[in-house]
């Protein structure tokens, strides 16, 4: 009997076009987007629970973490431009719209939230028509600036209300983004991708918050980081324990190196997340693991993809075994030129 023959090359060459996103501006924008959504619903539960000074540190966070994140997210497409032509179309069925403009919105709502948090912190302006009034140019230009500052506490709350909502989304649509493409490591894994992402972000959203705000109101980050780095940990291992042959990136090379680090660094921020209590050194060892975890986590998902779309033999087998299972195989589409 003739053994059943084994797939062992495509002439030498890949079958997909491997993703071109660079280091460190794609991994550090899916790190800080991650980051900016898992800490404005931390900062709308520690708003509505009475933690005000977590849930200003928490703002303030999710605020620098999606302007960051855009930043570098800019700097890879390498012209401002480019992400604002995407703006010009708003298409419900394509995740790379929806992200698009879920960045967008999150973004100002996060910037808003925390300003309020911010002008409490300036001195205070006099008023204009009070400063100059002998000067009625001035003061017909800018009637109504003590008005905006009156607004902003009313309308920062509604913002990290909306953030509540955008949030979640935001920790996990890159995610999402990663899955929809033909890379067979993240179109595979598209069933436990999601939740790395929202372990991994709000791993660093209480990583971020126990760095930042005094111990005696750090106990909720210390609990969002624990479960973050729990849930992280559960799935990626669910993930590439299902995934079998098309796993294997996840744990060789230089991808199953960094995972390796990202899983070790998590799992002992998490530990030490549970025991640190009030101990300062122990909080801030726990903060700084969990966040260069979460960091390894997005370097290690993107070379993983990579190495998967360079290998032939990660996109054919798949395919074989899904027909032969009487099932669709997938229609390789090419790779995005971002998430």
């Known amino acids: 009997m003739v053994p059943e023959a084994e797939f062992r090359s495509y002439y030498g060459q890949p079958i997909i076009k491997s993703p071109v996103w660079h280091e460190p501006h ?15 619903t931390m900062a709308a539960m ?3 629970t009475g933690y005000d000074h977590l849930a200003r540190t928490a703002g303030a966070t999710a605020a620098l973490g999606a302007t960051a994140g855009a930043g570098f997210l800019v700097a890879e497409l390498g012209r401002p431009e480019r992400f604002l032509n995407m703006l010009r179309v708003f298409k419900p069925t394509s995740p790379m719209s929806m ?63 909306a953030t509540a909502v955008t949030g979640p989304l935001m920790a996990t649509y890159t995610a999402v983004l990663l899955a929809d493409t033909a890379v067979p490591a993240w179109h595979e894994a598209r069933r436990e991708l999601p939740f790395v992402f929202a ?26 980081a624990a479960l973050g780095a729990a849930v992280e940990t559960v799935a990626g291992t669910v993930m590439e324990h299902r995934l079998g042959l098309v796993g294997e ?5 230089k991808a199953g190196r960094r995972m390796r680090a990202a899983r070790a660094l998590t799992v002992a921020g998490g530990l030490l997340a549970v025991v640190a209590g009030r101990h300062r050194v122990l909080t801030a060892l726990s903060g700084l693991a969990l966040t260069a975890g979460s960091l390894f986590t997005r370097f290690a998902v993107l070379e993983a993809g990579r190495a998967s779309a360079t290998d032939p033999r990660y996109t054919v087998v798949p395919q074989r075994r899904r027909l032969e299972a009487g099932e669709h195989a997938s229609v390789p589409e090419p790779a995005r030129s971002w998430p």
Do not use: K
Not at 123 to 150: E, L, W
Not at 249 to 253: D, F, K
């Open 99 to 161: 992200g698009s403009w879920l960045l967008a919105v999150h973004s100002g709502l996060a910037a808003l939230a925390a300003a309020p948090a911010v002008t409490a912190g300036l001195p205070r302006v006099p008023m204009v028509t009070t400063a100059f009034p002998r000067v009625p140019a001035v003061a017909t230009a800018f009637p109504r600036v003590p008005a905006v500052v009156a607004v902003l506490p009313a309308a920062g709350d509604a913002a990290v209300a």
């Open 249 to 253: 990136p996840y744990r060789q090379g």
């Open 199 to 224: 372990g991994s972000a709000l791993a660093a959203a209480g990583a971020a918050g126990m760095l930042t705000t005094p111990r005696a109101e750090a106990a909720p980050a210390r609990a969002a």
């Open 26 to 40: 794609m991994p550090a924008y899916l790190y800080l987007g991650g980051l900016s959504g898992a800490a404005s």
């Open 46 to 48: 520690a708003r509505l």
